[in-house]
């Protein structure tokens, strides 16, 4: 079993930034793949971002180039930074893991991803 903890949620105003955090527990964290998924309201959870077990990462198009993941196998975490923020970008945020993933880079659809943390609102005021 693999626990997943998010923190660093909140109001933030647009144009501003953001950086949320997951902490793992259980299991091997330094071999499985990682993501953030997002939820807003009325809507269905979305890729935003993954980072590999071996560091490789991909980023959904909304926000690919102001939004960045990153691991620390030593402290069991994953990091989420996000700058230029809009009001679409509110919604709660997921972390999730995929601790059976093989491929060389991370998986982007929910389904693959077995372990999902509790989610953190992040809501962006105009």
């Known amino acids: 079993q693999v626990q997943l903890v998010e923190s660093g949620g909140g109001l933030v105003q647009a144009g501003g930034s953001l950086r949320l955090s997951c902490a793992a527990s259980?299991?091997?964290?330094?071999?499985?793949?990682m993501g953030w998924f997002r939820q807003a309201p009325g809507k269905e959870r979305e890729f935003v971002e993954a980072?590999?077990?071996?560091?490789?990462?991909r980023y959904a198009d909304s926000v690919k180039g102001r939004a960045t993941i990153s691991r620390d196998n030593a402290k069991n975490t994953v990091a989420l930074h996000m700058n230029n923020l809009t009001p679409e970008d509110t919604a709660v945020y997921y972390c999730?893991?995929?601790?059976?993933?093989?491929?060389?880079?991370?998986?982007?659809?929910?389904?693959?991803?077995?372990?999902w943390g509790q989610g953190t609102q992040v809501t962006v005021a105009s």
């Open positions: 999730a893991t995929d601790t059976n993933w093989l491929g060389a880079l991370p998986p982007v659809t929910p389904n693959f991803y077995d372990y």
């Open positions: 980072i590999s077990a071996s560091g490789r990462t």
């Open positions: 259980g299991g091997t964290f330094s071999r499985y793949a």
